[in-house]
T-cell receptor
């Protein structure tokens, strides 16, 4: 499995600010995804990060709120914009290969918005 | 969207007991994955299943892909304290890239 480094591991932010989360993989991967896990809940897919093009967002998530970059096959960022307390969650980067059904996760970013 | 029904939501057992949890879907899946999540960590992949009827083990863990392709179960034998955590099932419909997750089973073990 790939080694996935996610930064920061946690942060406490003020309402109205933005936070960019980075995901670095130690090998090239086909697929990169961003998930949100609200307190005590399961994982919800935010978007698929597409290399060199705009991310594909799931219903309920929009680019203005969660802009995503993926400049190459090993790196992606997720920005949580204009944060409110409702954005307090764990944000998880996950990776996989198109011909391999397995999906692997980073250790997550614990975000608290005051 | 697609929902997975995972049960039970929580389990309180004695150390050494066997554990069983399952997941069902309303549509046919071609992949089932089982994950474990410890506090402050991301989910870790335990077992992956790709064919109906497939039975796969990973140490004390055994998982099966249901023959109807709409369900899967995970068994843990002779539980130990480090088995404590939240277990998630996840599945993928045929032709879909998106992985759908169950609501999780929180396992607590009394020593």
């Amino acid at each position: 499995s790939a080694v996935i480094s996610q930064k920061p591991s946690r942060d406490i932010c003020q309402r109205g600010t933005s936070l960019t989360i980075q995901c670095q993989v130690d090998s090239q991967v086909t697929m990169m995804f961003w998930y949100r896990q609200q307190p005590g809940q399961s994982l919800t897919l935010i978007a698929t990060a597409n290399q060199g093009s705009e991310a594909t967002y799931e219903s309920g998530f929009v680019i203005d709120k969660f802009p995503i970059s993926r400049p190459n096959l090993t790196f992606s960022t997720l920005t949580v914009s204009n944060m409110s307390p409702e954005d307090s969650s764990i944000y998880l980067c996950s990776v996989g290969h198109l011909d391999n059904e397995k999906l692997f996760f980073g250790s997550g970013t614990q975000l608290s918005v005051l | 969207g697609q929902q997975l029904n995972q049960s039970p939501q929580s389990m309180f057992i004695q150390e050494g007991e066997d554990v069983s949890m399952n997941c069902t879907s309303s549509s046919i899946f071609n992949t089932w994955l089982w994950y474990k999540q410890d506090p402050g960590e991301g989910p870790v992949l335990l077992i992956a299943l790709y064919k109906a009827g497939e039975l796969t083990s990973n140490g004390r863990l055994t998982a099966q892909f249901g023959i109807t392709r709409k369900d899967s179960f995970l068994n843990i034998s002779a539980s130990i304290p480090s088995d404590v955590g939240i277990y998630f099932c996840a599945g993928r419909e045929e032709g879909a890239q998106k992985l759908v997750f169950g609501q999780g089973t929180r396992l607590t073990i009394n020593p």
